[in-house]
């Protein structure tokens, strides 16, 4: 697979992931309570998932940031192998060809 297919992929992965967790999360934090204290804890219980899932997030498109430059590299490695191997190849048969031609000329 090309590479940054693969990285959108991942990417539209992880955000929808983080928006259907962060509306949870707010669904918590907005539902009514018996007492009011009650509110205050799940104020705080909301900032602290919302700065987990913020750091899970960060992190997870951390790691596909990094494959997608690795993959790159590789796939980027590998174009230039095949490509030196067939430049190579070509300068190889035009020397075949100058030769004989030389001979023939002789």
Not at 17 to 32: D, G, M, Q, Y
Not at 60 to 71: K, N, R
């Amino acid at each position: 697979m090309i590479p940054e297919r693969a990285t959108a992929t991942k990417s539209t992965d992880i955000s929808a992931n983080t928006a259907k967790e962060a509306f949870s999360n707010l669904r918590e934090v907005s539902a009514v309570r018996d007492e009011q204290a009650d509110y205050g804890k799940a104020y705080s219980d909301f900032v602290q998932k919302q700065a987990d899932l913020f750091m899970r997030a960060t992190k997870s498109f951390g790691g596909v940031t990094q494959e997608f430059g690795t993959e790159t590299t590789e796939f980027a490695s590998k174009t230039g192998e095949e490509l030196s191997g067939k430049v190579t190849a070509k300068a190889h048969e035009a020397t075949d060809t100058a030769k004989d031609a030389a001979k023939t000329a002789a």
